[in-house]
């Protein structure tokens, strides 16, 4: 298990490497982002000046190799547009991605899933493809379109939940249920899927022919055996999510990650934008990981086949 | 019993999402705070490190300038009190000796000099060093007197100072930029309180102000990014004054009977340039029958909400120098269709319109409609701003062969526009004509303000008799204000707090 691990973590370093290495050039290629930190007054000569003092006029191979000497020494750099260090930019975002991610998540679960096994026990009765059909209509909604119809109503009308911003838990329920609807369809279809499957295995069959009532048969059996392969897509989803939080956090002005990469992005803070893209490896690769390692727990199967 | 029964079931949820809402909404009794939603959080707070709306909308109450207008557009005295021309090239000015920053240290001549010091210090690398590097020197002449050296005659000088934040020595003058960014320390009539990264900037009311003392306690300063949850925000109550709409959001907010639209026409001027060093622009008639295609009125009307001003130089009336009686080109596609088949060379090829998203992209589509309707083929081509930016500033014979675009100088001055839209020198420059080079240098340095003003009138007209750039129209800038909120925008895009007021 552990030389498993060790491998693993080897190819996840490359990994991170070549992540460094694209983001670099990538942002490089795109142009320069001192015209964007000037007035259109500026002359030439400013360009110039302002180029030198963030060492934009330093050749390419320099600048990666400065580049590359930071990142070993853990040094993220300062933001070129808040002349602030990178670390403390997005460790002051990173708590609202996590909160919203979270909260996507268990909107996505706590509906996904429900529906997922309705769907696979009465999936002779025509009223659960329509309870897909919803399903899938809410996933199916830009979330520019559905955050702005949420905050018009809940927020301007209703006046139930703060229209946008952060700071206390009612801010926090529109974005969630608007990032989370992204993420719904694709629980109830796996678990659907997942659970017709359990459902056809012997053990199942037997199980009912001792007499095990269906709710026993669910709780216990069905429902545990089944969860494997949503696991695993949560891995893949929180991937999505981070994506996904992107127009969700600019609607709601929810300060994340997500928000923050469009903007740094636009204004070419190529610092903050790699320490976002690093993160972002970091967190995808680690996750995949950890879903490795949940398997083993769900599923002994997996767990003897590791120490073999 | 079975309904009541639901009706529990149903009032439950409701009943608690409504205590969280009232909890998170109730507004306090006296108008203490007042929110603002900006698009983004400012990217800087040390006044001279940044360049950009969502920063000054918040530092300039927090800094006190040079000088400042007034709502008409006057240039009034703030830190100076009066000032004096006592050559060509220096200027005395008198420092107000009841002003204390923040900190309670009094501000002093010695203040001002280390400022402009700051500012124009290249290793400084300030964005905003094009603005008064013409300021040579800078030394204390006398009990709170400064003298202000520039490099030759600078009659623009009072319009640059306007935007000149004054910041402690004994302060700025101890730190990097970055570490006063985060505890910026100046004059004016609010006080820097926090900054929650990525949220909001908080002020407060500084007591001790030694002008018109702000109206609310505090302003909370939020980064909203996107529009349409800006209106949002307004109509739900949850913020008091948004920035940046767009003329569908201000039809809403007039509709939804929450929130009114306050607007100003601005010192941007749009405008159209063509490259005249490239064929086949380089033909005047050609560039003439582009002036007659464009139907200005349709634009403002039709899609800027009828808020611009169209004008017909490139200037606006908030500049100096704005001069009566100046006609552009009327709308007028039969001329511009005869003006096309009398070209000696015919434009076969298409002719590419450069534009970035920052742009209104329906003014963008509007202008190649009406130049395909005159007989042209015109291609739009869309870059990031960064590119575009890149684009437009080279020599004439690389430049995008047509442009849209908005220029602002900030200074409300003739020649921070036209010196670098005209002059052949400036890398944004199309046009290369001796004569209005000689008379944009001339009308640079002359002091007297009546015949400079001619100058530019001058200037003004021969550019639209060869049509070497076509003005289009004063953009206007829209914001939504609560009901309660009495406040004048101002056309140099800045929300001083200190002249708002609120009646219940």
Redesign the interface.
């Known amino acids: 298990m552990s030389v498993f691990l060790l491998q693993r973590l080897g190819q996840a370093l490359v990994a991170i490497f070549g992540v460094m290495t694209l983001v670099f050039f990538i942002q490089r290629l795109?142009?320069?982002?001192t015209?964007?930190?000037?007035?259109?007054?500026?002359?030439?000569?400013?360009i110039d000046?302002?180029r030198?003092?963030l060492g934009l006029d330093q050749p390419l191979v320099v600048q990666y190799v400065n580049y590359l000497w930071d990142m070993l020494r853990l040094d993220f750099g300062?933001s070129y547009?808040?002349?602030?260090a990178v670390t403390?930019?997005i460790m002051?975002?990173l708590p609202?991605t996590l909160q919203l991610t979270g909260g996507a998540l268990l909107v996505a679960f706590v509906i996904g899933l429900p529906v997922g096994l309705a769907m696979a026990i009465w999936r002779r009765y025509r009223a659960t493809n329509l309870l897909m059909g919803v399903v899938l209509g809410a996933q199916s909604m830009p979330t520019?379109w559905s955050g702005?119809l949420m905050?018009?109503v809940f927020?301007?009308w209703l006046?139930?939940?703060?229209?946008?911003?952060?700071?206390?838990?009612?801010?926090l329920i529109m974005p969630s249920i608007a990032l989370g609807l992204l993420s719904m369809a694709t629980y109830a279809r796996i678990a659907r899927s997942s659970i017709l499957d359990e459902m056809s295995k012997d053990y199942i069959r037997s199980a009912r022919a001792r007499g095990v009532t269906t709710g026993r048969l669910v709780g216990k059996h069905l429902i545990r055996n089944s969860l494997i392969p949503v696991i695993s897509i949560s891995a893949l989803e929180i991937s999505q999510l981070l994506a996904g939080a992107v127009i969700v956090e600019?609607?709601?002005?929810w300060?994340?990650l997500g928000?923050?990469t469009v903007?740094s992005v636009?204004a070419?803070d190529f610092v903050v934008v790699q320490g976002i893209v690093l993160l972002g490896a970091f967190v995808t690769i680690s996750v995949n990981l950890v879903a490795d390692i949940l398997y083993s727990v769900v599923d002994p199967r997996i767990r003897k086949g590791g120490r073999a | 019993m079975k309904a009541t029964k639901r009706a529990a079931r149903f009032a439950l949820p409701i009943a608690l999402?409504?205590g969280?809402?009232i909890?998170?909404?109730t507004p306090a009794y006296a108008k203490d705070v007042l929110t603002v939603?900006l698009v983004?959080e400012p990217?800087?707070l040390?006044p001279h490190?940044?360049?950009n709306p969502d920063s000054y909308y918040i530092y300039r109450n927090i800094f006190d300038n040079m000088v400042t207008r007034n709502d008409a557009g006057d240039i009034e005295p703030q830190i100076a009190t009066e000032w004096k021309r006592i050559s060509d090239t220096e200027t005395v000015f008198t420092i107000r000796d009841d002003v204390t920053f923040h900190d309670g240290t009094p501000l002093t001549a010695e203040d001002v000099v280390y400022t402009v010091e700051r500012i124009t210090d290249?290793?400084f690398?300030s964005?905003?060093?094009?603005?008064f590097?013409k300021i040579i020197k800078a030394e204390v002449t006398g009990d709170n007197e400064v003298t202000l050296t520039t490099d030759g005659a600078y009659p623009a000088l009072l319009a640059q100072l306007v935007k000149l934040s004054i910041v402690p020595k004994h302060i700025a003058s101890t730190m990097t930029?970055?570490e006063f960014?985060?505890a910026p320390v100046g004059s004016g009539p609010y006080v820097f309180s926090s900054w929650?990264?990525?949220?909001s900037v908080t002020v407060t009311k500084n007591d001790n102000y030694w002008g018109d003392k702000g109206p609310f306690e505090s302003v909370v300063f939020?980064?909203?990014?996107?529009a349409?949850?800006r209106v949002?925000?307004l109509?739900?109550g949850?913020a008091d004054l948004v920035v940046t709409l767009n003329t569908d959001l201000a039809q809403q907010v007039e509709n939804g009977g929450q929130g009114k639209v306050l607007t100003v026409n601005t010192e941007r001027v749009a405008y159209f340039a063509m490259n005249s060093a490239l064929a086949p622009l380089d033909q005047p008639d050609l560039r003439r029958a582009i002036g007659h295609a464009i139907d200005r009125e349709a634009i403002v009307e039709g899609l800027l909400g009828g808020y611009p001003q169209i004008v017909d130089q490139m200037l606006s009336p908030a500049h100096f120098g704005w001069a009566e009686g100046i006609e552009g080109f009327d709308y007028d596609p039969e001329k511009a269709r005869e003006l096309i088949a009398g070209l000696e060379t015919a434009p076969e090829a298409e002719i590419e319109l450069a534009t970035s998203p920052v742009f209104d992209q329906r003014v963008v589509q509007a202008i190649q409609q009406m130049l395909t309707d005159v007989g042209l083929k015109v291609s739009i081509e869309t870059n990031?701003?960064?590119?575009w930016?890149?684009d437009q500033?080279t020599s004439p014979e690389q430049a995008p062969m047509l442009t849209f675009s908005r220029?602002?100088?900030?200074c409300q001055d003739p020649d921070?526009i036209m010196y670098?839209l005209l002059h052949s020198s400036s890398?944004?420059s199309r046009v290369k004509d001796g004569e209005i080079d000689a008379l944009l240098d001339a009308a640079r340095s002359e002091l007297d303000e009546a015949k400079r003003a001619e100058l530019y009138a001058r200037i003004n007209r021969m550019a639209l008799s060869d049509a070497d750039i076509l003005p289009l129209y004063q953009a206007a800038i829209i914001y939504g204000a609560a009901e309660n909120l009495d406040w004048q925008p101002t056309s140099n895009e800045s929300l001083f707090i200190n002249r708002m007021s609120w009646t219940e």
């Open positions: 795109t142009g320069d982002p015209y964007l930190l000037v007035p259109e007054t500026a002359t030439q000569a400013d000046a302002l030198r003092s300062t547009v808040q002349n602030v403390e930019i002051s975002r609202y520019f702005i905050i018009m927020g301007v006046r139930w939940l703060p229209p946008s911003g952060s700071g206390s838990f009612s801010h600019t609607v709601f002005a300060p994340g928000q923050l903007q636009q070419r | 999402s409504l969280v809402a909890s998170a909404l939603d983004n990217s800087s040390d490190q940044q360049w290249t290793d690398a964005p905003q060093l094009g603005q590097n930029s970055a960014n985060e929650d990264r990525g949220v939020r980064a909203v990014p996107d349409a949850t949002a925000d109509q739900a949850a990031d701003m960064a590119t930016l890149k500033q220029w602002s100088c900030a921070g670098p890398n944004w």
